[in-house]
């Protein structure tokens, strides 16, 4: 029997969340709606979204769905985002414009490329536990340690100079504090300057950073070009790992059992990063499109020009996909989460967010077994519902 949908029936989107660690209470509750539900935003828009993992597995390769918030029709799930809408990065374009874009950045990115930076980021996370043990607990660990080192780690892939990452990371970590407030606005400005200044003093380097080797291209990327995709992989990769960490952290720290099953036995740990990522899934609401032409889904018609979420933390909790999807489960197996998206966006650099995700786990566990949350977790300040899951501060001690 098709299920079918309402104009009336809908549902208040974002929805607040009330733990840190899970989707919204509300969630549950869409799901049971149906596969393709009625959502209205803060606005009142009125678009479509998608409860089901399969349905959002077709349609996030389907080329009838835009992800240029420039269309007419894509949803707006914040005001902020308004201002946002002309700013072009790989996470907005379509191909063959986002093709071409990400073509440059693949072999950056590669399996080898990857393997080739285990010592670095050994090297990093060993340096920054070293920073954090120095400190007088408690210590906030996103700011503290976790926004730092995710920082160090993009640094030393774009190849910005050991003297200035100091500054670097201090306004890069401004920026991820309030990116909408006058202070996040000021601190984008200057890293865009910085960045442009560094673009151009290394003009005919050879050398191997992302920077280097994108400058000399050919020709094909322009400065601004160059500036853009830098400031894309530092706001989006430094946040979200930076949240990755220290929430992973409080998930183990709650279950001493997963704990002691990873000391006992460190070989889980690749399994246990990508059930992490599943169970929190940071990045819950990259699944935003636009319909360019009419897609058919369980009988209804998502006509072209509506909007389309696809709740990345909903779909990855989906008893259909993930048996018993609310345990953490470290040897599940097929793991199709939804934490780096799906398709031709899916995130380019999640080997490299893997692995600084598995070495920083692991030395964490080995070097502080003390290690505790200095609060209640439900002590704990969420984030905004319109922005990234995660908390403002993690508080920590040993």
Partial sequence: MTETVHATDTFPYPQQRTCPYDPPAGYSAMREAGPLIRVTLYDGAKVWMVTRHADARRLLTDPGLSSDRAKDGFPIVTPRLLEARGF??????????????????????TAKRTRAMRQDVERLVGESIDELLAAEPPVDLIQGFAAQLSGRVIFHLLGVP???????????????????SPDGVAALAELVAYLDELVASRAGEQDTWLLDRLVVSGGELSRDDLVRMAVQLLVTGQGTTAQMIALGVAVLLENPALLDELRRDPALMPGAVDELLRYLTIADMAGIRVAVEDIELHGQMIAA??????????????????????????????????????????????????????????????????LRLAVPSAELRIRDAADMQGVHELPVTW
């Fill in 88 to 109: 072009r990065t790989l996470v907005t374009m379509d191909a063959p414009e986002h093709t071409f874009y990400r073509r440059m950045l693949i072999p950056d990115f």
């Fill in 162 to 180: 050991g003297p200035d990452q100091a500054l670097f990371t201090q306004r890069s970590m401004r920026l991820l504090r309030a990116p909408e």
């Fill in 305 to 370: 020009g509506e909007g389309v979420i696809m709740p990345y933390a909903l779909l990855g909790r989906d008893p259909d996909a993930f048996p018993d999807p609310d345990r953490i489960d470290l040897h599940r197996t097929g793991n199709q989460h939804f934490a780096f998206g799906f398709g031709p966006h899916n995130c380019i650099a999640q080997g490299l967010a893997r692995l600084e995700l598995e070495v920083t786990y692991g030395a964490l566990i080995e070097r502080i077994p003390t």
